[in-house]
Protein backbone atom coordinates (compact mmCIF):
# COMPACT_ATOMS: atom_id res chain seq x y z
CA UNK A 1 0.00 0.00 0.00
CA UNK A 2 1.22 3.57 -0.73
CA UNK A 3 -0.56 5.45 1.56
CA UNK A 4 2.31 5.63 4.47
CA UNK A 5 0.32 7.95 7.04
CA UNK A 6 -3.02 9.90 8.91
CA UNK A 7 -3.28 13.25 7.87
CA UNK A 8 -4.82 16.01 9.89
CA UNK A 9 -8.30 15.99 8.32
CA UNK A 10 -8.47 12.35 7.82
CA UNK A 11 -7.90 12.07 12.06
CA UNK A 12 -10.85 14.77 12.24
CA UNK A 13 -13.17 12.33 10.78
CA UNK A 14 -11.64 9.22 13.08
CA UNK A 15 -12.06 11.35 16.09
CA UNK A 16 -15.51 11.96 15.10
CA UNK A 17 -16.07 8.06 14.38
CA UNK A 18 -14.77 7.59 17.85
CA UNK A 19 -17.52 9.67 19.37
CA UNK A 20 -19.63 6.45 19.60
CA UNK A 21 -16.86 4.42 22.08
CA UNK A 22 -17.30 7.31 24.32
CA UNK A 23 -18.80 6.07 27.82
CA UNK A 24 -17.22 2.47 26.78
CA UNK A 25 -14.95 0.55 29.09
CA UNK A 26 -12.11 -0.48 28.72
CA UNK A 27 -11.13 -4.54 28.63
CA UNK A 28 -7.73 -5.86 27.65
CA UNK A 29 -4.93 -4.29 26.83
CA UNK A 30 -2.52 -5.75 23.55
CA UNK A 31 0.74 -5.02 22.13
CA UNK A 32 1.53 -7.02 19.23
CA UNK A 33 4.74 -5.54 18.55
CA UNK A 34 6.37 -2.07 19.21
CA UNK A 35 4.30 1.37 18.24
CA UNK A 36 0.90 -1.50 17.97
CA UNK A 37 -1.75 -0.39 20.88
CA UNK A 38 -4.93 -2.35 20.74
CA UNK A 39 -7.73 -1.86 23.24
CA UNK A 40 -10.51 -3.66 24.11
CA UNK A 41 -13.98 -1.69 24.60
CA UNK A 42 -17.16 -2.37 25.09
CA UNK A 43 -20.10 -0.16 25.39
CA UNK A 44 -24.38 -1.68 25.67
CA UNK A 45 -26.24 -0.88 22.37
CA UNK A 46 -22.48 -0.79 20.41
CA UNK A 47 -20.84 -4.20 21.17
CA UNK A 48 -17.41 -5.03 21.53
CA UNK A 49 -15.37 -3.04 19.21
CA UNK A 50 -11.31 -3.20 19.05
CA UNK A 51 -9.32 0.51 19.19
CA UNK A 52 -6.56 -0.05 17.19
CA UNK A 53 -3.40 1.73 16.98
CA UNK A 54 -0.05 0.51 14.69
CA UNK A 55 2.11 3.47 14.11
CA UNK A 56 0.97 5.43 11.83
CA UNK A 57 -2.89 4.87 11.78
CA UNK A 58 -5.11 4.31 14.25
CA UNK A 59 -8.71 3.17 13.75
CA UNK A 60 -12.08 0.68 15.28
CA UNK A 61 -12.56 -2.92 14.45
CA UNK A 62 -14.34 -5.39 14.97
CA UNK A 63 -11.35 -7.92 14.65
CA UNK A 64 -10.13 -9.52 17.66
CA UNK A 65 -6.21 -9.56 17.73
CA UNK A 66 -4.41 -12.57 18.23
CA UNK A 67 -2.90 -11.77 21.93
CA UNK A 68 1.30 -11.57 22.14
CA UNK A 69 2.71 -14.24 24.14
CA UNK A 70 4.74 -11.54 26.34
CA UNK A 71 3.80 -7.99 27.16
CA UNK A 72 6.01 -5.13 27.02
CA UNK A 73 6.82 -3.58 30.65
CA UNK A 74 4.33 -0.17 29.39
CA UNK A 75 1.51 -1.93 28.51
CA UNK A 76 1.77 -4.25 31.45
CA UNK A 77 1.36 -0.47 33.28
CA UNK A 78 -1.16 0.19 31.48
CA UNK A 79 -3.34 -2.78 32.01
CA UNK A 80 -3.00 -2.19 35.70
CA UNK A 81 -3.51 1.65 35.42
CA UNK A 82 -6.47 1.23 32.63
CA UNK A 83 -8.48 -2.26 32.22
CA UNK A 84 -11.69 -1.76 34.04
CA UNK A 85 -11.78 2.10 33.39
CA UNK A 86 -14.43 3.88 31.17
CA UNK A 87 -13.50 6.60 28.07
CA UNK A 88 -14.98 10.18 29.44
CA UNK A 89 -13.58 12.07 26.27
CA UNK A 90 -11.98 11.39 22.97
CA UNK A 91 -10.53 14.40 20.95
CA UNK A 92 -7.65 15.63 18.58
CA UNK A 93 -5.12 18.07 19.71
CA UNK A 94 -6.19 20.78 17.11
CA UNK A 95 -4.59 20.21 14.11
CA UNK A 96 -2.10 18.12 15.10
CA UNK A 97 -2.10 14.32 14.63
CA UNK A 98 -2.36 13.17 18.22
CA UNK A 99 -5.53 11.72 20.19
CA UNK A 100 -5.79 12.34 23.24
CA UNK A 101 -8.17 9.95 25.24
CA UNK A 102 -9.54 10.83 29.01
CA UNK A 103 -10.44 8.21 31.13
CA UNK A 104 -12.15 7.25 34.38
CA UNK A 105 -11.60 4.52 36.94
CA UNK A 106 -13.13 4.77 40.59
CA UNK A 107 -11.47 8.02 41.84
CA UNK A 108 -9.00 8.77 39.47
CA UNK A 109 -8.52 10.66 35.97
CA UNK A 110 -6.02 9.41 32.93
CA UNK A 111 -4.95 10.56 29.68
CA UNK A 112 -3.85 8.06 27.45
CA UNK A 113 -2.17 10.50 23.86
CA UNK A 114 -1.39 8.46 20.89
CA UNK A 115 1.24 10.35 18.67
CA UNK A 116 0.86 9.66 15.17
CA UNK A 117 3.27 12.22 13.66
CA UNK A 118 7.16 11.52 13.23
CA UNK A 119 8.36 7.96 14.80
CA UNK A 120 4.99 7.69 16.60
CA UNK A 121 4.82 7.45 20.51
CA UNK A 122 1.68 6.53 23.49
CA UNK A 123 1.93 8.21 26.76
CA UNK A 124 -0.31 8.25 29.53
CA UNK A 125 -0.57 11.39 31.83
CA UNK A 126 -2.50 12.11 35.02
CA UNK A 127 -4.92 14.16 34.78
CA UNK A 128 -2.36 17.36 35.10
CA UNK A 129 -0.73 15.85 32.09
CA UNK A 130 2.07 14.59 33.97
CA UNK A 131 3.70 11.63 32.58
CA UNK A 132 3.18 8.29 34.39
CA UNK A 133 4.23 5.73 31.81
CA UNK A 134 6.02 6.37 27.96
CA UNK A 135 6.24 4.02 25.33
CA UNK A 136 9.52 5.81 24.31
CA UNK A 137 11.33 8.58 25.57
CA UNK A 138 12.11 11.25 23.55
CA UNK A 139 13.92 14.31 23.39
CA UNK A 140 13.25 16.91 21.10
CA UNK A 141 14.61 20.70 20.77
CA UNK A 142 11.52 22.55 22.82
CA UNK A 143 10.32 19.53 25.04
CA UNK A 144 10.57 15.98 26.80
CA UNK A 145 8.88 13.18 26.70
CA UNK A 146 9.66 10.91 29.28
CA UNK A 147 8.42 9.64 33.14
CA UNK A 148 7.87 12.55 35.83
CA UNK A 149 8.08 15.10 32.58
CA UNK A 150 5.10 17.19 31.66
CA UNK A 151 3.60 16.37 28.65
CA UNK A 152 3.81 19.99 26.57
CA UNK A 153 3.15 20.18 22.60
CA UNK A 154 1.96 23.12 21.67
CA UNK A 155 -1.57 23.10 19.88
CA UNK A 156 -1.90 24.25 16.46
CA UNK A 157 -5.73 25.41 15.01
CA UNK A 158 -7.45 22.68 12.91
CA UNK A 159 -9.15 23.67 9.83
CA UNK A 160 -12.14 23.36 10.52
CA UNK A 161 -11.77 25.72 13.94
CA UNK A 162 -11.43 28.76 11.08
CA UNK A 163 -13.12 30.90 9.72
CA UNK A 164 -13.02 32.76 6.53
CA UNK A 165 -11.05 35.78 8.00
CA UNK A 166 -8.80 33.18 9.90
CA UNK A 167 -8.11 31.33 7.06
CA UNK A 168 -7.25 34.04 4.56
CA UNK A 169 -4.98 35.42 7.38
CA UNK A 170 -3.00 32.84 7.57
CA UNK A 171 -2.90 32.04 4.46
CA UNK A 172 -1.15 35.14 3.16
CA UNK A 173 1.47 34.80 5.61
CA UNK A 174 3.30 31.72 3.89
CA UNK A 175 5.89 31.84 2.20
CA UNK A 176 5.70 28.83 0.32
CA UNK A 177 3.52 28.10 -2.64
CA UNK A 178 -0.05 27.31 -2.61
CA UNK A 179 0.37 23.77 -2.45
CA UNK A 180 3.04 23.45 0.28
CA UNK A 181 1.14 26.26 2.08
CA UNK A 182 -2.12 23.98 2.54
CA UNK A 183 -0.09 20.90 3.19
CA UNK A 184 2.05 21.92 5.73
CA UNK A 185 0.40 25.04 7.32
CA UNK A 186 -2.86 23.55 7.18
CA UNK A 187 -1.73 20.13 7.32
CA UNK A 188 -4.01 19.17 4.77
CA UNK A 189 -0.96 16.94 3.98
CA UNK A 190 0.22 16.04 -0.07
CA UNK A 191 -3.46 14.47 -1.35
CA UNK A 192 -6.02 16.55 -0.26
CA UNK A 193 -3.71 20.05 -0.80
CA UNK A 194 -3.56 18.90 -4.58
CA UNK A 195 -6.99 18.06 -4.13
CA UNK A 196 -7.78 21.66 -3.02
CA UNK A 197 -5.63 23.57 -6.15
CA UNK A 198 -7.78 21.13 -8.54
CA UNK A 199 -11.13 22.45 -7.32
CA UNK A 200 -9.97 25.82 -7.08
CA UNK A 201 -8.40 25.84 -10.65
CA UNK A 202 -4.84 26.43 -9.36
CA UNK A 203 -1.73 25.00 -10.19
CA UNK A 204 0.47 23.50 -7.46
CA UNK A 205 2.86 26.25 -7.76
CA UNK A 206 0.74 29.10 -7.91
CA UNK A 207 1.53 32.30 -5.55
CA UNK A 208 0.09 33.04 -2.18
CA UNK A 209 -2.71 35.95 -2.03
CA UNK A 210 -5.67 36.92 -0.93
CA UNK A 211 -7.60 36.15 -4.57
CA UNK A 212 -5.81 32.15 -4.04
CA UNK A 213 -6.92 31.92 -0.63
CA UNK A 214 -10.55 32.77 -0.90
CA UNK A 215 -10.37 30.57 -4.04
CA UNK A 216 -8.78 27.34 -1.52
CA UNK A 217 -10.86 28.37 1.42
CA UNK A 218 -14.38 28.03 -1.00
CA UNK A 219 -12.73 24.73 -2.30
CA UNK A 220 -11.49 22.99 0.85
CA UNK A 221 -14.90 24.09 2.52
CA UNK A 222 -17.01 22.41 -0.74
CA UNK A 223 -14.34 19.05 -0.22
CA UNK A 224 -14.92 18.50 3.25
CA UNK A 225 -18.95 18.15 2.76
CA UNK A 226 -18.24 15.48 0.49
CA UNK A 227 -17.69 12.62 2.50
CA UNK A 228 -17.42 9.41 0.88
CA UNK A 229 -15.30 6.27 2.71
CA UNK A 230 -13.05 4.61 0.23
CA UNK A 231 -10.18 2.37 -0.97
CA UNK A 232 -8.46 3.36 -3.68
CA UNK A 233 -7.04 0.73 -6.12
CA UNK A 234 -4.82 0.92 -8.81
CA UNK A 235 -5.18 -2.04 -10.74
CA UNK A 236 -3.64 -4.54 -8.16
CA UNK A 237 -2.53 -2.14 -5.78
CA UNK A 238 -4.39 0.28 -2.75
CA UNK A 239 -3.06 3.47 -3.37
CA UNK A 240 -5.17 5.25 -0.75
CA UNK A 241 -7.99 5.32 1.81
CA UNK A 242 -9.86 8.20 1.75
CA UNK A 243 -12.80 9.51 4.08
CA UNK A 244 -13.59 12.22 1.22
CA UNK A 245 -15.22 11.76 -2.49
CA UNK A 246 -11.58 13.31 -4.59
CA UNK A 247 -11.63 14.48 -7.87
CA UNK A 248 -7.97 13.37 -8.18
CA UNK A 249 -8.96 10.06 -8.11
CA UNK A 250 -11.75 9.99 -10.41
CA UNK A 251 -10.12 7.53 -13.25
CA UNK A 252 -8.98 4.87 -10.22
CA UNK A 253 -11.32 1.95 -9.37
CA UNK A 254 -12.85 2.44 -5.79
CA UNK A 255 -14.37 0.08 -2.83
CA UNK A 256 -16.94 1.87 -0.54
CA UNK A 257 -17.36 1.77 2.81
CA UNK A 258 -20.04 3.05 6.03
CA UNK A 259 -17.09 4.31 7.79
CA UNK A 260 -13.58 5.33 7.75
CA UNK A 261 -12.36 2.90 9.87
CA UNK A 262 -13.84 -0.07 8.42
CA UNK A 263 -11.97 1.09 4.92
CA UNK A 264 -8.95 1.53 6.85
CA UNK A 265 -9.70 -1.86 8.57
CA UNK A 266 -10.64 -4.00 5.49
CA UNK A 267 -7.02 -3.15 4.11
CA UNK A 268 -4.50 -3.97 7.26
CA UNK A 269 -6.78 -6.49 8.65
CA UNK A 270 -9.23 -8.27 6.66
CA UNK A 271 -7.28 -7.78 3.37
CA UNK A 272 -10.32 -7.07 0.81
CA UNK A 273 -9.25 -8.45 -2.63
CA UNK A 274 -9.26 -5.21 -4.97
CA UNK A 275 -12.05 -4.47 -6.93
CA UNK A 276 -11.56 -3.75 -10.84
CA UNK A 277 -12.98 -0.62 -12.00
CA UNK A 278 -14.47 -0.49 -15.65
CA UNK A 279 -11.45 1.28 -16.69
CA UNK A 280 -9.50 -1.31 -15.56
CA UNK A 281 -11.68 -4.45 -17.44
CA UNK A 282 -11.80 -2.06 -20.54
CA UNK A 283 -7.99 -2.08 -20.68
CA UNK A 284 -8.05 -5.78 -20.20
CA UNK A 285 -10.24 -6.33 -23.21
CA UNK A 286 -8.31 -4.38 -24.92
CA UNK A 287 -4.59 -5.65 -24.36
CA UNK A 288 -6.40 -9.25 -24.88
CA UNK A 289 -7.43 -7.55 -28.44
CA UNK A 290 -4.31 -6.31 -28.94
CA UNK A 291 -2.32 -10.11 -27.84
CA UNK A 292 -4.87 -11.91 -30.25
CA UNK A 293 -4.05 -9.36 -33.29
CA UNK A 294 -0.57 -9.84 -32.01
CA UNK A 295 -0.51 -13.81 -32.73
CA UNK A 296 -2.23 -13.37 -35.73
CA UNK A 297 0.19 -11.20 -37.19
CA UNK A 298 2.42 -13.61 -36.27
CA UNK A 299 1.26 -15.74 -38.03
CA UNK A 300 0.29 -14.62 -41.25
CA UNK A 301 4.04 -13.18 -41.56
CA UNK A 302 5.25 -17.16 -40.63
CA UNK A 303 2.65 -18.44 -43.31
CA UNK A 304 3.93 -15.63 -45.75
CA UNK A 305 7.73 -16.34 -45.01
CA UNK A 306 6.79 -20.21 -45.45
CA UNK A 307 4.67 -19.50 -48.84
CA UNK A 308 7.49 -17.71 -50.40
CA UNK A 309 10.17 -20.35 -49.80
CA UNK A 310 7.89 -22.51 -51.35
CA UNK A 311 7.55 -20.42 -54.34
CA UNK A 312 11.43 -20.02 -54.24
CA UNK A 313 12.20 -23.24 -54.58
CA UNK A 314 9.56 -23.96 -57.29
CA UNK A 315 11.19 -21.68 -59.72
CA UNK A 316 13.76 -23.34 -59.20
CA UNK A 317 12.72 -26.89 -59.78
CA UNK A 318 10.51 -25.35 -62.40
CA UNK A 319 11.97 -27.48 -65.34
CA UNK A 320 11.62 -30.42 -63.64
CA UNK A 321 8.28 -30.18 -62.67
CA UNK A 322 7.10 -29.37 -66.08
CA UNK A 323 8.70 -32.08 -67.15
CA UNK A 324 6.70 -34.43 -64.93
CA UNK A 325 2.95 -32.51 -65.81
CA UNK A 326 3.63 -32.93 -69.73
CA UNK A 327 4.58 -36.50 -69.22
CA UNK A 328 0.98 -36.69 -66.62
CA UNK A 329 -1.02 -35.22 -69.88
CA UNK A 330 0.15 -37.64 -72.32
CA UNK A 331 -1.29 -40.27 -69.88
CA UNK A 332 -5.10 -40.87 -71.29
CA UNK A 333 -5.86 -43.19 -68.51
CA UNK A 334 -5.39 -41.39 -65.18
CA UNK A 335 -5.01 -44.81 -63.07
CA UNK A 336 -1.57 -45.19 -64.65
CA UNK A 337 -0.22 -42.21 -63.37
CA UNK A 338 0.47 -43.54 -59.90
CA UNK A 339 3.04 -45.97 -62.01
CA UNK A 340 4.93 -42.45 -62.83
CA UNK A 341 7.70 -42.93 -60.28
CA UNK A 342 7.38 -39.07 -59.84
CA UNK A 343 3.80 -38.81 -58.89
CA UNK A 344 3.19 -39.89 -55.28
CA UNK A 345 -0.64 -39.51 -55.28
CA UNK A 346 -3.73 -37.99 -57.31
CA UNK A 347 -6.29 -36.72 -56.26
CA UNK A 348 -9.18 -36.32 -58.96
CA UNK A 349 -12.12 -34.72 -57.07
CA UNK A 350 -9.77 -32.16 -56.23
CA UNK A 351 -8.02 -32.11 -59.19
CA UNK A 352 -4.54 -32.13 -57.55
CA UNK A 353 -1.75 -34.57 -58.18
CA UNK A 354 1.22 -34.60 -55.95
CA UNK A 355 4.94 -35.53 -56.87
CA UNK A 356 7.88 -35.65 -55.38
CA UNK A 357 10.52 -33.30 -55.93
CA UNK A 358 13.96 -33.61 -54.54
Known amino acids: MRKSSLSSIELHVLIEEFQKITGARVGKIYNPDKKQIIIELYKTGVGKRFLRYEHPFLWLSESKPEAPEKASSFVMSLRRL????????????????????????????YILIIELFSKGNTILTDAEKKI??????????????????????KKKQSVFELDKKEFISKFI????????????????????????????????????????????????????????????????????????KLKLYEVYSKLEFPTFSEAID?????KVKKIKSQYDEKIEQIQKRIEIQEMQEKNIVQEIEENQKKAEYIYKKYQEIKEILDKAKSIKDRKKLKELPEIKDVKEKEGIIVVDVK
Open 173 to 244: SSKDNVSKTLAVEFGLGGAYSEEVCIRADLGKNAAVNKKNAELCFNSLNDLLKERENSVINEKEEVIDIVPF
Open 82 to 109: LEGSFIKKIEQLGSERVVEINLTKKDKE
Open 132 to 153: IQVEEKQKWADRVVEQGEKYIL
Open 266 to 270: SVLIK
